[in-house]
């Protein structure tokens, strides 16, 4: 884990605010927290007003986002701009010239060029749905003739049908595809539901059951979502 320095103060990566610590430090963050909310993207702030920089800097690691402070090389998936930062119209004007496209949200008055404007005093709740909107991953995973959207907690079929996922559903297959082989029981457990080795319960089982019913064609012949060497392992394409 690592943490940056800004003219706010300190930024964590992937990180969150550790109670009694008297500021930042980067600590993790758990898995589920980030399945679930949606997936990571590089988020740059030109921020001036140290509390307001650190407020968003811990929600958007908290939500797990890589955060990082302007001017940082390399492309962003977004951009936070307070309209007091002496650059803030120059980076609405100019963040659409760069490779990546990046989207930029404007805090404080409207500016040109900024996709979304939140007046003062800030509403974080409001603020963190806009940003999981504008980051959302509109490519997903694709699964047999299904495309995972974890972030919207759907399953999107090649015909546009749409079936709905819960938290733990999107979160056991975003995790799956992420480990891209076989994934035993207890890490699952572990990682989904925090639960320890010693645990005894038919949770997992149920939840795979549930989403064999909306994976496969033929639930009892899974042919994407299927047990192996104790576990379970995602077949993608």
Not at 23 to 49: K, N
Not at 98 to 112: C, I, N, Q, W
Not at 169 to 175: D, K, S, V
Request: hydrophobic share 40%.
């Amino acid at each position: 884990m690592s943490a940056i320095r800004s003219k706010g103060g300190t930024i964590p990566v992937f990180g969150a605010r550790q109670k009694g610590s008297g500021g930042f430090r980067a600590v993790p963050v758990s898995y589920y927290t980030w399945a679930t909310m949606t997936s990571p993207r590089r988020i740059l702030l030109a921020v001036d007003d140290p509390a307001l920089g650190d407020t968003l800097g811990e929600h958007l690691a908290a939500a797990g986002h890589l955060v990082t402070a302007w001017p940082a090389p390399g492309p962003a998936d977004l951009v936070i701009v307070d309209d007091r930062h002496p650059e803030a119209a120059s980076l609405c004007g100019g963040a659409r010239s760069r490779a990546d496209g990046p989207v930029v949200l404007v805090v404080g008055s409207p500016l040109p060029g900024a996709d979304a404007v939140f007046e003062r005093p800030l509403r974080l709740r409001t603020l963190m749905a806009k940003v999981a909107e504008l980051t959302r991953d509109r490519t997903g995973i694709h699964l047999g003739p299904w495309r995972l959207d974890a972030g919207g907690r759907l399953l999107v079929g090649n015909d546009g049908t749409k079936v709905r996922l819960t938290d733990k559903e999107a979160a056991i297959l975003t995790f799956l595809a992420a480990a891209g082989g076989t994934v035993a029981r207890e890490t699952l457990l572990a990682e989904v539901w925090g639960y320890s080795s010693a645990v005894t319960t038919h949770t997992l089982e149920t939840h795979i059951y549930r989403l064999r019913r909306k994976l496969e064609r033929d639930p009892a012949r899974a042919e994407i979502l299927i047990t192996e060497d104790g576990g379970y392992r995602l077949v993608m394409n």
